[in-house]
């Protein structure tokens, strides 16, 4: 007697680590050329032929990176920069319109590339952009985590000032308080020296 097996089903995961580019571009040879260039080297690509079809088939903001005809049916390529909120956007034009180009970095995309484009010059502008894009988050998310710590630093040095009543918030003041909330509580005898006035009768209560 023989047993059936189930079918077996083939899935692709997308790894954390494998950017996700948009290529929006209305001629379809250079689109699915590039396409099948990106996804050679490692990165999940979606594409759409103008951009209302983007808007209408993807979150835009979701992508890494978004590589635009400047000329397309409709809105123009730039329109993009606006509808990514924030994320890159790398413009194609041909030699004839790298006029229009420059205006749309002045715009705000990152930056364009011509057309007919070298492929090795496509992925160096890619991997570039989404390296200098890593390193942006990178440094934002240290200042962030810095900020978290000086503000919970200057928490701790306001709630012990405040608890004795002197100000100071700097290394050798922090390391004092830390001291005294260590001894307050026992009947030990302490001698406080200081100059006049730096608050040795607020250490002693």
Known sequence: MSTRRPPRTET??????MPHILIVEDETIIRSALRRLLERNQYEVSEAGSVQEAQERFSIPS??????????PGAPGTELIKLGE??????MTSYASLRS???????????????????????????????????????????????????????????ASG??????????????????????PTDSNVLVQGESGTGKELVAR
Request: contains cysteine; hydrophobic residues 40%.
């Open 163 to 184: 608890e004795i009543g002197i100000i100071g918030s700097c290394p050798p003041m922090l390391d004092l308080y830390s001291k005294i909330r260590k001894v307050a």
């Open 63 to 72: 992508f890494d990176l978004i590589v635009s005809d400047l000329r397309l």
């Open 101 to 159: 180009a420059v205006d749309s970095m002045k715009m705000g995309a990152v930056d364009y590339i011509a057309k007919p484009f070298d492929h090795d010059e496509m992925l160096q502008a890619v991997s570039r952009i989404l390296r200098d894009r890593q390193t942006v988050k990178s440094l934002q998310a240290e200042r962030s985590a810095i900020g978290k710590v000086n503000g919970s630093e200057k928490a701790t040095s306001q709630n």
């Open 86 to 91: 924030g994320k890159p956007v790398l413009i």
């Open 12 to 17: 692709v995961e997308r790894t954390e680590s």
